[in-house]
């Protein structure tokens, strides 16, 4: 029985050694073929990073060149010395002198700025001169461009297209040549420069700044229901402009990026070849820039070491199972001295499981006292999520409110615009009766009539305004001090600037900034905002109309800021939350509606307004932020 009982000991430690020796194995293998698996996906990361910054990089330099164009074409569109002697030239005055500096200045533009074509036209689209590499240019297919740029004068830069005439491909920059005529501008010539994309936008989209087989970036845009490549492709020529693909080819490069996609992504090139592409739009532009590379030029590099892993890892089978049939024989003879160590270690442990126990007790106890820390905070933050919903909740219910009240105002407006009309004809008829009309003693009531009644039809107006938003259409870029300073010369001429002064500061960017707006509101924002500082201001007393620029840091440093500071009485402090309220006024006549309308043209504006007591008095500061419009509109 002790025979049998060995023997099946024997039969079962060898089937255990056989079991760990096959699990062993088949742990380095995973381990090798994890090797291969992570090495991939190094190169993959790898390559992730190289694309997007040979993207970004090459997506900057045409932002930039793109700059450079348009900032060059803003020169030349605001270039009054040009313009007069353009002027001169289409009056006949000294023509022939005027037309050698055309030339000689169109030259320069040719030769320094390497532009292809520069072609000078009139306003009705007849050539004056032109400076070409070629003999005779053609400038049909500029004219509807010029036509265009004189209709909106606006500097147009066009989009890669060929020449019908030459079949080459270029890019259009055309530049109406604006000249003053009192207070507006008028356009009286165009200048159109021919850019030829192989001199520079095709070597740079073109180039790869390390050897490789099978990279390249290219340019595309969409046209409909299909993605254009707009350069030469490295791997099949003659394709500018002419190779088109559609965009149900959901897994090529250039579909994702007609659609709009932008990041990292793995799929099938034109050629049908699996590649990694990193995907850039191109700010200001329908263009969209793809790096790509072959996977098989990034996984090339791996395949010798695939053979060197299999080498190894059989050498390592081969070294497990020695060492396996070593650990057996070992094992035998080890067996009644490990039972000796085992009763020593059960010991220890026993030991060292006391000391665990209690150091699990203080740990527990540490746990509790960080949770109820965390415990603590988190109610804390409820409490201020609660305090900041309730002030979401009040400033939905003051907008409701004010859309109610706007509908309201409105509504009652229009019912009594048509009673007050009727009134003031009849009144007006029952004024020129041959008893009354030239008569002294009705003139009084006459007057006082009138009065009332233009009263009531300018209550009526505002009531309007207060009921209606301003259309986003309607916004359009103002120059902020013009409109500043021809709106305090309007104050200026009225009864209520008598006896006060007023003067307009700016600092340097808010002298020639544009903001988006409705001129007309603006200027009656501005104009409400005087005549309330002027009615709390005293005779004598100095108000002061301030523009400057939003700090870089401010959380919206897209603004321009618009200060009204007076020398007035000031505002109560349990009142001045109440000043913007619609029907709210603490003085003698007026109508509450004035800052109301203040608060709503600027709001629907995009823009916001508030006012304090000036620290220290007197006096108080309305201000008011407008959204600055985007120069390149």
């Not at 008028?186 to 989209?205: E, G, K, M, Q, S």
Request: with cysteine; proline share 4%.
């Amino acid at each position: 029985m002790a025979l049998l009982h060995d023997t099946k000991t024997a039969w079962s430690s060898r089937y255990r050694h056989i079991f760990t020796l096959f699990l062993i194995s088949a742990l380095v293998v995973v381990a090798g073929y994890s090797y291969i698996r992570q090495q991939k996906r190094f190169l993959m990361d790898e390559k992730r990073s190289e694309l997007t910054t040979i993207a970004d990089l090459k997506v900057s330099q045409i932002v930039q060149w793109r700059k450079e164009r348009l900032i060059e074409a803003a020169s030349i569109h605001s270039n009054a010395m040009m313009s007069h002697r353009i002027k001169d030239y289409l009056n006949g005055v000294d023509s022939s002198r005027a037309l050698e500096e055309f030339r000689a200045w169109m030259t320069s533009l040719h030769d320094l700025a390497g532009y292809r074509k520069v072609i000078l036209y009139s306003a009705d689209g007849d050539v004056i001169t032109a400076v070409s590499d070629e003999k005779r240019p053609s400038d049909a297919h500029y004219r509807d461009q010029v036509a265009t740029a004189v209709e909106k004068q606006e500097i147009i830069f066009s989009d890669f297209h060929r020449d019908d005439a030459t079949g080459v491909i270029d890019i259009d920059l055309v530049i109406p040549i604006m000249n003053p005529d009192g207070n507006r501008s008028r356009c009286i010539a165009v200048l159109a420069l021919d850019i030829d994309p192989h001199t520079f936008l095709y070597p740079l989209i073109q180039s790869w700044p390390t050897a490789s087989a099978s990279a390249e970036t290219l340019l595309v845009e969409r046209k409909g229901n299909e993605v254009l490549f707009l350069n030469e492709l490295r791997h099949r020529k003659q394709t500018a402009l002419t190779f088109r693909r559609p965009i149900t080819q959901k897994n090529m490069p250039a579909t994702r990026a007609a659609l709009g996609q932008e990041g990292i992504f793995e799929g099938i090139d034109y050629r049908g070849a699996e590649v990694l592409s990193a995907i850039r739009t191109v700010p200001g532009s329908p263009w969209v820039m793809i790096a790509k590379i072959d996977a098989a030029e990034i996984f090339a590099p791996i395949g010798g070491r695939i053979w060197f892993v299999a080498a190894i890892c059989i050498m390592l089978i081969i070294a497990l199972v020695l060492g396996v049939s070593l650990w057996g024989l070992s094992r035998k003879q080890g067996y009644l001295h490990k039972l000796y160590e085992t009763e020593l270690r059960f010991n220890s442990e026993l030991k060292k499981a006391e000391l665990s126990l209690l150091e699990a007790q203080n740990q527990l106890e540490q746990r509790v006292s960080e949770r109820t820390r965390e415990l603590s905070g988190a109610n804390n933050k409820l409490r201020q999520e609660i305090a900041e919903r309730k002030q979401v909740e009040q400033l939905l219910y003051d907008a409701k409110k004010m859309e109610s009240i706007g509908q309201l105002a409105g509504g009652v407006a229009h019912e009594v615009r048509n009673p007050l009309n009727a009134i003031l004809t009849i009144t007006e008829a029952l004024f020129r009766e041959k008893e009354i009309e030239n008569n002294p003693e009705y003139e009084p009531y006459i007057q006082h009539i009138r009065t009332q009644v233009n009263r009531l039809a300018q209550l009526m107006n505002d009531l309007l305004d207060l009921g209606k938003p301003i259309p986003a259409s309607s916004l359009q870029p103002v120059p902020l001090y013009e409109l500043c300073r021809e709106t305090l010369a309007l104050w200026k001429s009225s009864s209520m600037a008598n006896n006060r002064q007023a003067f307009l500061t700016f600092d340097q960017n808010t002298e020639t900034c544009l903001v988006l707006a409705e001129s007309i509101k603006l200027q009656q924002v501005i104009f409400n905002l005087l005549e309330n500082a002027g009615h709390h201001s005293s005779n004598g007393s100095t108000i002061l109309l301030q523009l400057s620029s939003v700090d870089p840091h401010h959380p919206s440093p897209d603004m321009a800021i618009v200060r009204l500071i007076d020398q007035g009485s000031g505002i109560p402090d349990d009142k001045i939350a109440r000043v913007f309220d619609p029907f709210y006024s603490n003085r003698k006549g007026g109508t509450g509606l004035g800052l109301a309308l203040v608060k709503h043209f600027i709001e629907n504006m995009g823009g916001s307004v508030c006012i304090w007591n000036n620290d220290p008095p007197p006096g108080c500061t309305a201000e008011v932020r407008i959204l600055l419009a985007d120069k390149e509109n």
